[in-house]
């Protein structure tokens, strides 16, 4: 979502976020390689004099969230990073209780960490203090249907596409969620909305097949074709699953 884009290049970072920074002109690549950065020690005494910002601890706990993620980086190097840019993220909120990019990063952070407990309270936080956001609802209800925990999950991206019925990837997220729980015609309807009968009958089959349930994932395919014959991707499902094969992934089902 565009909301939580911070950017900040070249920045500095200041007192309570941090106490070091980094020469990042040394680095060849993007947040650099895994192997420790040229660092010159900040003036304490001169820190002592500047407030933090909150968006200068959000920037730096951005910052060391991105370096956890790199893939040459060791397990310890991956933990202290995270535990880096957790402490910025609840330093931002220090200054600013109800930072919305504090909170949902922090939940972001969390949730990589697979502390799911924490995550899901950040975002519930998040959701209470802005709930005008339904990129944050939805993002709580993925969470959840990631945890299997899917009643509170389908309430929360039904809600998030109340906020924003237009949103396609809402819509889809909030589809399959239903097919995923059994509830195949609700499923149907929702794809309609933004889809032809086919590719609604088509969407609907494909997490279907992805839960295992064959038949019922056959049934939606033939109503696809019927309704548009030439319909490739349709076609392929339903070859595949007579050949008995199995039926690709679906991400975050």
């Not at 002109?25 to 390689?33: T, V």
């Not at 509830?183 to 009958?201: C, G, R, T, W, Y």
């Not at 997490?207 to 076609?235: I, R």
Request: net charge positive.
């Amino acid at each position: 979502m565009r909301w939580y884009a911070i950017a900040l290049p070249g920045f500095f970072f200041l007192s309570g976020c941090a106490l070091e920074k980094t020469d990042f002109l040394s680095r060849k690549e993007p947040f650099g390689p895994p192997t420790a950065p040229v660092v010159k020690k900040v003036d304490e005494a001169n820190l002592k004099t500047k407030a933090p910002k909150a968006a200068t601890c959000i920037a730096f706990g951005d910052f060391r969230a991105q370096e956890a993620k790199y893939p040459e980086r060791t397990s310890h190097q991956r933990q202290t990073l995270r535990e880096e840019a957790r402490k910025a993220y609840q330093q931002a909120l220090t200054i600013e209780p109800g930072n919305m990019h504090a909170l949902v990063n922090l939940a972001r952070l969390y949730s990589q960490m697979e502390d799911y407990t924490h995550a899901r309270e950040t975002y519930e936080k998040a959701v209470q203090l802005h709930p005008k956001e339904g990129g944050i609802r939805f993002e709580l209800g993925m969470l959840q249907a990631r945890t299997k925990n899917w009643k509170p999950a389908l309430e929360n991206l039904r809600l998030a596409l109340e906020q924003d019925p237009e949103n396609r990837q809402f819509l889809n997220t909030y589809g399959f969620a239903l097919a995923r729980t059994g509830k195949s015609d609700e499923s149907f309807q929702e794809f309609l909305k933004i889809n032809e009968p086919a590719v609604a009958h088509y969407q609907v089959a494909r997490m279907l097949a992805h839960l295992g349930e064959v038949v019922k994932a056959k049934d939606h395919l033939t109503k696809a074709l019927a309704k548009k014959p030439d319909y490739p991707a349709a076609v392929e499902l339903l070859q595949s699953l007579d050949a008995g094969e199995t039926p690709p992934n679906l991400e975050g089902s």
